[in-house]
């Protein structure tokens, strides 16, 4: 074939290709005019999007548009080349760098370091009781991998990073980096979620509802054994969980009285993190009782993180004259402000309703020397949820979830109590060195089923609490002279001639335990700790301590009030005793 | 046939200037990536031009190596040494246009291929000297965009001027329907948007070998000479007429070993 003809012949078809390609085609490169598309502003995403509603009203869909936050192509009109690259979520910490950082990177580092989402505090504790403090588990390595394998297998499932998406009970669902805290609505729905600062308590408790439960415990509800009463229209009532149940016991004070929140007393950076590794929640929390009972001024500085909070929240007073300051970490207490006329109001951050503080009052019974060990708690809690002998049963060849690894893997937990039950507190001294409640934490009892063996182990550990009960204080002879107070257990004390005898109602050798003190007992009259602690300088009352704990029964037997004008002065009151000054002795 | 495919060779190129002079109307370096989202989404017909510029660019290399095939099986040579130079040196420029077009795009994988090669060059003994030729610290595509849209197709033109005998445009409409019909056949790549983390990156598919050759560890110095170890093989084969069947086999075997790095 000739030259000529052949480019004849293709310039022909080239010429009906491009008219019919033109004619057929030509739409389909002209987006986005084609298809009706309005192009839309700041992203085109609103363009199919458009029934979105903003996050909050910090991210103003207007100016944020949705690539800011999802990432994928914010210039693309059709769904395929828009969603290349987009994230569903980019609240989870992995996209928080990317996405959040921009603006927020103070938190996402803080909260990438907090206990919530390293569960450094959880591994902490498992490697201390089951690799290092327990009985019965010799081989370290293999304790090493049990501690592991609880661990991923039960306690994983809570951290701050979780996914979500791999919960079956969706009510029972966690995770999702900053979403699982701050998003309040739209949680699996097809709208688009909201975000707030003023976190429900509901969301806390999605985690704080075990353990010492004292998300529970602060709205009143104690756990309770196996079903809700009472029994209504065919089924238990009160009810946790699909599958836990309570009481209704006395609530936080706070609660009962002003109904607040955990993020009425708890700050921002105690919740999110102080920018430190911290290993246990008490290092990461920064509120004390003070903080708002005997509260420390300063001058409100626009510009802050205080007047961010306040813009955040929006339902209490912007330009206050003065906040408070919480004492360990200086976080503003934006909610508890002194105004122009220096009048002091307590805001719940909820809906912004004004309280009047109630000031810690400078009684003796506050000020004495003989109580200056004391944390706010070892008085004022009304009741403690302590959960007794927890059982960790083992199969090495059974098959369970995990929650690291996100798949099914070898090895089974099941976990039982011996009894949970609502009591006045135990005391000792706790991590802070005051003396606090305590209560187990945790107890186990472990039974292995390996390679056709059966082998045992215990770690019995008693923990410090704020248990989150806060009402009036205990009586004198509500710590004084009750072994349980003491930390002896649940028994009979008995003071004949000066001497203390203690006989325990549990009997543990009789119970199948293998041990030989009582379950309850964190220590003897002797003063030998019975059970472990996880903080370094926590530990149950010694010998002298007992002693002299006990030994104010002589005083309470006759002044058995805080108000008696004997404890005005306590140092006076108890020279002039023995100096033989006082009525005691006639 | 030959002459054909070479008259194609022309008039593709003529089809991917045209285009791309419409397309710098559009185009803003110092804003590279929200300018080219622009043009393919926003701007009427952007998108349509956009796409012609592109695989015309991309069919006039492969039609460019299917002309250099041809003409090197026949192992007789018509034109004179100045022409042939010319044309390798067409060549070689050629590829640094299609690179500096895939920087301007200047997402993702634009940029990280232009990272990529400025590395390469500052790495480079003699090379490095030329680095402040193709960086620019304040807008990266800068002067990547100065070479696409000024010198490169100024001396690839004239490259190609010095080795046609004589220039005819008449195979545009040819050139323009296969470009067409590739559209047709072919998606273009989707731009990666430049925050995106969780992705391969990758370069132009004529640069993966020389970035895995880097990856594997060899040196710069190295992959820069591999590169352009064709270009020297293609200047040779004018000059040592004798050894031409040899210079065709390593350039096969050279195609192979590049190919494989390509693909690994």
Same mark, same amino acid.
């Given at each position: ?586 | ?40 989404? =926003?701007?009427?017909?952007? %998108?349509? +031009?956009?796409?012609?510029? #592109?695989?015309?660019?991309? *069919? &006039?290399?492969?039609? /460019? @190596? ?66 402040? =030729?193709?960086?620019?610290? %304040?807008? +990266?595509?800068?002067?990547? #965009?100065?070479?696409?849209? *000024? &010198?490169?197709?100024? /001396? @690839? ?73 064709? +270009? ?14 040899? @210079? ?17």
């Amino acid at each position: 074939m000739r030259i000529s003809s052949l480019y004849k012949i293709l310039t022909i078809v080239s010429t009906i290709f491009i008219v019919l390609f033109l004619y057929l085609d030509l739409d389909f490169y002209d987006a986005p005019f084609q298809k009706n598309i309005k192009v839309s502003s700041p992203d085109q995403c609103m363009s199919c999007h458009s029934t979105y509603e903003s996050l909050d009203k910090s991210h103003p869909i207007e100016i944020f548009g949705c690539a800011k936050c999802h990432g994928g192509n914010k210039f693309a009109t059709n769904k395929i080349d828009a969603h290349v690259g987009i994230v569903n979520n980019p609240s989870r910490l992995e996209h928080t760098d990317r996405f959040c950082s921009e603006c927020h990177s103070d938190v996402v580092n803080r909260i990438k370091m907090n206990p919530m989402e390293t569960q450094r505090g959880i591994k902490h504790v498992l490697q201390e009781q089951w690799v290092e403090k327990s009985t019965g588990l010799d081989d370290k390595e293999f304790a090493k991998e049990l501690a592991q394998s609880h661990f991923a297998k039960a306690c994983a499932s809570c951290h701050v990073n979780q996914d979500e998406d791999i919960f079956h009970d969706k009510s029972l669902a966690k995770g999702g980096g900053c979403a699982d805290c701050h998003r309040v609505e739209g949680i699996f729905k097809e709208v688009h979620p909201k975000f707030t600062t003023k976190i429900p308590s509901s969301t806390c408790l999605k985690c704080h509802n075990r353990s010492n439960r004292i998300g529970t415990s602060y709205f009143g509800k104690f756990e309770s054994e196996g079903y809700g009463t009472p029994y209504k229209n065919g089924e238990f009532t009160n009810k946790l969980d699909s599958s836990r149940f309570y009481y209704e016991l006395p609530a936080d004070v706070h609660h009962q009285k002003a109904g607040l929140d955990c993020i009425d007393c708890h700050t921002e950076i105690g919740v999110m993190g102080d920018g430190r590794e911290n290993i246990h929640m008490e290092d990461a929390v920064d509120i004390k009782c003070k903080d708002c009972h005997s509260p420390e001024f300063k001058d409100f500085l626009p510009d802050t993180l205080a007047q961010k909070l306040l813009d955040l929240n929006g339902t209490m007073p912007t330009s206050p004259k003065q906040i408070a300051y919480s004492s360990r970490k200086n976080a503003p207490l934006y909610n508890l402000q002194k105004d122009k006329n220096d009048k002091i109001q307590f805001y719940r951050k909820r809906d912004g309703s004004a309280f009047d503080l109630t000031k810690m009052s400078d009684k003796s019974y506050h000020n004495s020397s003989i109580h200056e060990r004391l944390d706010c708690s070892a008085c004022h809690t009304q009741w403690i949820a302590s959960c007794y002998g927890c059982h960790e049963v083992y199969f090495e060849n059974g098959k369970q979830f995990d929650w690291v690894k996100k798949e099914v893997t070898k090895g089974k937990w099941l976990e039982f109590r011996s009894f949970l039950r609502f009591e006045s507190p135990s005391l000792g001294i706790g991590y802070n060195e005051k003396i606090m409640p305590f209560a187990p934490g945790c107890q186990v009892i472990g039974t292995i089923f390996k390679d056709k063996k059966v082998e045992q182990f215990h770690a019995m550990a008693m923990a410090g609490w704020e248990p989150h009960t806060t009402g009036k204080a205990r009586t004198c002879v509500d710590c004084h002279i009750d072994p349980a107070s003491l930390g002896l257990g649940r028994g009979t004390l008995k003071i004949k001639k000066e001497k203390i005898t203690f006989s325990p109602f549990y009997n543990s050798k009789k119970s199948g335990m293998e041990f030989d003190y009582a379950i309850d007992a964190f220590v003897s009259l002797e003063g030998k700790q019975f059970q472990t602690t996880s903080r370094e300088k926590a530990r149950g009352f010694n010998k002298e301590e007992v002693e002299g704990i006990v030994e104010a029964y002589k005083c309470i037997l006759c002044h058995r009030e805080y108000e008696d004008k004997i404890y005005k002065n306590f140092e006076k009151s108890k020279l002039l005793f023995k100096e033989g000054k006082t009525s005691c002795l006639k | 046939m030959k002459i054909i495919i070479s008259w194609i060779c022309l008039a593709l190129f003529n089809v991917s200037i045209i285009s791309g002079l419409i397309l710098a109307f559009i185009y803003k370096p110092f804003n590279a990536y929200e300018s080219v989202q622009t043009i393919t989404y =926003l701007v009427p017909y952007g %998108n349509l +031009f956009r796409q012609i510029h #592109y695989f015309s660019s991309e *069919l &006039f290399v492969v039609f /460019l @190596i299917l002309h250099i095939i041809l003409e090197l099986l026949k192992y007789k040579i018509k034109i004179s040494a100045s022409s042939w130079n010319y044309s390798v040196f067409a060549t070689l420029l050629l590829f640094f246009l299609m690179f500096t077009g895939y920087v301007l795009k200047a997402d993702l994988n634009g940029l990280s291929a232009g990272q990529v090669a400025l590395s390469l060059i500052e790495q480079t003994p003699v090379l490095e000297w030329f680095l402040p =030729l193709f960086e620019d610290t %304040n807008i +990266f595509v800068w002067k990547f #965009y100065i070479w696409h849209i *000024l &010198f490169l197709p100024i /001396l @690839i033109g004239f490259a190609i001027y010095k080795h046609v005998d004589k220039l005819k445009t008449k195979y545009f409409i040819i050139g323009l329907g296969l470009t067409f019909l590739s559209m047709m056949i072919f998606d273009m790549p989707k731009d990666l948007d430049i925050n995106l983390t969780l992705v391969h990156v990758t370069g132009p598919w004529f640069f993966r070998g020389a970035e895995n050759l880097l990856v594997e560890g060899i040196s710069p110095l190295l992959v820069d000479i591999i590169i352009l170890i064709p +270009f020297m093989l293609l200047i040779s084969y004018f000059y040592l007429e004798n050894r031409r069947k040899t @210079i065709n086999y390593l350039l096969l075997l050279w195609a192979a070993l590049y190919a494989y790095f390509i693909f690994i």
